[in-house]
């Protein structure tokens, strides 16, 4: 059916200027590879910063579901509607809803609950929140966003009045923990972790242009090995998918791959390649994920590379062609320990992904959000803005040494509450300080509930825009988002910012120019 509209809704992008495209982020790093660069980005510039404000803020109608309340958004840049091109924002919600806002005036211009089939097994908790949590996935020729429902269906949805393109199809078993979706050539992946509702950790993959819709599977380990990067997989340019697993058995000869990066064949999801840290029993015995992190992909010199993190407080660079080398066990580098000298495997070490660009000297950076203080084995960064006892951006430019890539310490930001994935655009960073309380124990050993982390928060979600080649602080939000944000992004279109925290509050900061 979807396929069978699409020449329709080819008809209205041929009108449309050419810079129509520059704005939009149809996926969670705005990019397949997952780089966080918003590459066509023209209104905000280091020039312009300045006057960047608060423009609109939207409480939607959503019920948050243990620590899941909104999506990170999407943006298309122009819909043709009746009433006119307009730049649309879509955000899911925990409880099964999908809402489309005009960019321009904030105003919510359709609003859409999913019907759920069948009850979970499990009750639900922090973990396993029995509720929607995979960021969507649009297509922008087709007009039209995938978003995954609690229950598992895929849904296609018209983005003029969030109409079904489509009947529901079962992607992933109901009531798992999907994260981030992906749609290439229209074949649509997410991957699963934390074993919700009995669901085995895996990357899932759907043919949309199959009219029966199948599904492949890759299960990444026979127990554990979640993958709960926040931007799920990233993908190569030769096909395939890149994947970090968490902790769990290992067996390679039996399948069992946890903590590892694993490089997947795109549609059948077959296992072509894999890196295993030579330290990978020590890092599943206290508990450093490597699955809390999504790799990203980009083109350096003559490699295409991945870089990759976790817990643990390190980083690899790996060529894509071959992660592991000839054994699985040897990167192209891994770095010192930057973070998480305490081995915490709460509140510290790189969370979330890694973001990346190319400036225009042909300089590649590459950003991660570090939780936690900096080791103090940790080389120096040259450039630092105070102690940062909770968090900071870590920003290092990818050289080359000996023959090989390797990253140097470029600066160390301010201190921030537990920072989210970052975006660049136009030589800046920006970066959002979550405020989240991110322990999950107390002092006497036991787990902490939802309720108790919601009702004690770090701090309040707070933007920050920092110059990309220094770190110097360019603009911050301050008090105007009192809530904290859980588990999100901003992101960065058409010369605005958008922010969701967990009280189901959407912001957008612009330039007041519209």
Not at 274 to 302: E, Q
Not at 429 to 456: C, H, M, P, Y
Request: with cysteine.
């Amino acid at each position: 059916m979807l396929r069978r509209l699409r020449p329709i809704w080819l008809l209205a992008p041929l009108l449309l200027p050419a810079f129509a495209r520059a704005a939009d982020w149809t996926t969670f790093g705005g990019d397949p590879q997952r780089t966080g660069w918003a590459k066509d980005e023209a209104d905000l510039t280091k020039d312009s910063i300045r006057k960047l404000k608060l423009e609109w803020s939207l409480k939607l109608d959503n019920t948050s579901k243990e620590m899941n309340s909104l999506t990170a958004p999407l943006v298309h840049s122009q819909v043709i509607t009746p009433h006119g091109f307009k730049e649309v924002v879509l955000i899911a919600g925990a409880s099964d809803n999908v809402f489309a806002i005009d960019a321009d005036t904030g105003k919510l211009m359709w609003q859409k609950t999913m019907s759920i089939e069948g009850t979970p097994k499990q009750k639900s908790h922090w973990l396993c929140p029995n509720a929607l949590n995979a960021t969507p996935v649009m297509d922008r020729r087709a007009r039209t966003v995938y978003v995954a429902s609690s229950d598992g269906k895929l849904h296609a949805l018209n983005l003029v009045n969030g109409e079904d393109r489509m009947p529901p199809a079962q992607f992933f078993p109901a009531f798992a923990k999907p994260w981030s979706m992906q749609l290439i050539d229209d074949v649509i992946y997410t991957t699963t972790s934390q074993g919700c509702n009995g669901v085995k950790s895996g990357v899932y993959a759907m043919n949309l242009a199959d009219p029966n819709h199948p599904v492949s599977y890759f299960q990444a380990s026979s127990a554990g090995g979640g993958i709960w990067g926040r931007a799920g997989a990233a993908v190569t340019s030769d096909g395939a998918l890149l994947v970090e697993t968490g902790d769990g058995p290992y067996d390679a000869s039996g399948g069992k791959l946890s903590d590892t990066i694993i490089k997947l064949s795109l549609k059948d999801l077959k296992l072509v390649d894999y890196y295993t840290p030579a330290n990978r029993a020590w890092i599943t015995r206290k508990d450093l994920d490597m699955g809390n992190m999504s790799p990203v992909v980009f083109k350096f010199k003559n490699w295409e590379l991945a870089a990759a993190s976790g817990k643990e407080g390190v980083i690899f660079l790996v060529d894509v062609k071959s992660p592991g080398g000839a054994d699985h066990r040897t990167p192209l580098f891994r770095s010192p320990l930057y973070t998480n000298e305490d081995v915490d495997f709460a509140g510290h070490g790189f969370w979330g992904a890694l973001s990346t660009w190319e400036d225009p000297s042909g300089a590649r950076w590459l950003y991660g959000p570090a939780w936690g203080p900096p080791a103090s084995t940790a080389p120096k960064f040259p450039i630092q803005y105070g102690e940062a006892p909770d968090g900071s951006v870590m920003a290092f430019k990818v050289e080359v040494k000996e023959g090989k890539p390797v990253l140097t310490p470029a600066w160390m930001s301010r201190n921030m509450s537990y920072p989210e994935p970052l975006v660049i655009a136009n030589g800046m960073v920006f970066a959002l300080s979550s405020g989240e309380n991110v322990k999950q124990v107390d002092s006497g050993g036991r787990l902490l509930t939802s309720k108790e982390r919601i009702d004690t928060p770090a701090g309040n979600a707070t933007l920050y825009v920092l110059d990309a080649a220094t770190g110097k602080e360019l603009f911050s939000s301050g008090a105007t988002m009192p809530g904290f944000s859980h588990f999100s992004a901003p992101v960065v279109s058409g010369g605005r910012v958008y922010v969701v925290t967990y009280d189901n509050m959407v912001y957008a900061y612009g330039l007041g120019n519209y």
